[in-house]
T-cell receptor
Framework: ETGVTQTPRHLVMGMTNKKSLKCEQH?????MYWYKQSAKKPLELMFV???????ENNSVPSRFSPECPNSSHLFLHLHTLQPEDSALYLC??????????????FGPGTRLTVL | AQSVAQPEDQVNVAEGNPLTVKCTYS??????LFWYVQYPNRGLQFLLK??????LVKGSYGFEAEFNKSQTSFHLKKPSALVSDSALYFC??????????????FGTGTRLTIIP
């Protein structure tokens, strides 16, 4: 495995529910990412955190709320989602460096279904 | 702006034959290029990257990729395909001119099927 874990692996929720996705990286990286993967669409970057600070919010609806309490943990809080939000949500981490660029390591993802 | 294109949704190759998965990119500065593989119900796994140096990059599982600046391409190759290579392959690019930008742009993916 890559050293990035995600829980839960599968989640089914109603549109009025509140739930949270959790990501943890054991690689000592300083940057963490949330991506959305939908069928037949490119991977969509949602949020980027660098040293716990959010550096990118890719026009994501406010029903998705990220939280990064430290450089090893990343959460995605979900509230009043829509059926079109059903997708695989992937977390990734990397060692961010302004001079060179290091690869991102991905977790296994959370398969989210919104009913 | 940075972008990447994978022109083939699906590639089928007979086991033992060489394989190529195509990728072209567009950046304003120097490109940082990556290939990832995704197996069913798994996250993306890093295969290889080009940052600078030799145009031929070798990576995991016997894969390699050739950086071609004039054609703005970074095709993934393997001399002899295995059935276990069947998976979804993603090319990704970051614009080296954009310091501080952590954004990787991914292609739409190519499904590679190796036929026994």
């Amino acid at each position: 495995e890559t050293g990035v874990t995600q829980t839960p692996r599968h989640l089914v929720m109603g549109m009025t529910n509140k739930k949270s996705l959790k990501c943890e990286q054991h690689l000592g990286h300083n940057a963490m990412y949330w991506y959305k993967q939908s069928a037949k669409k490119p991977l969509e970057l949602m949020f980027v955190y660098n040293f716990k600070e959010q550096t990118e919010n890719n026009s994501v609806p406010s029903r998705f709320s990220p939280e990064c309490p430290n450089s090893s943990h990343l959460f995605l809080h979900l509230h009043t989602l829509q059926p079109e939000d059903s997708a695989l949500y992937l977390c990734a981490s990397s060692q961010s460096n302004a001079i060179s660029y290091n690869e991102q390591f991905f977790g296994p993802g959370t398969r989210l279904t919104v009913l | 702006a940075q972008s990447v294109a994978q022109p083939e949704d699906q590639v089928n190759v007979a086991e033992g034959n060489p394989l190529t998965v195509k990728c072209t990119y567009s950046v304003s500065g120097n490109p940082y290029l990556f290939w990832y593989v995704q197996y069913p119900n798994r996250g993306l796994q890093f295969l290889l990257k080009y940052i600078t140096g030799d145009n031929l990059v070798k990576g995991s599982y016997g894969f390699e990729a050739e950086f071609n600046k004039s054609q703005t391409s970074f095709h993934l190759k393997k001399p002899s395909a295995l059935v276990s290579d069947s998976a979804l392959y993603f090319c990704a690019v970051r614009d080296g001119a954009d310091f501080g930008n952590e954004k990787l742009t991914f292609g739409t993916g190519t499904r590679l099927t190796i036929i026994p």
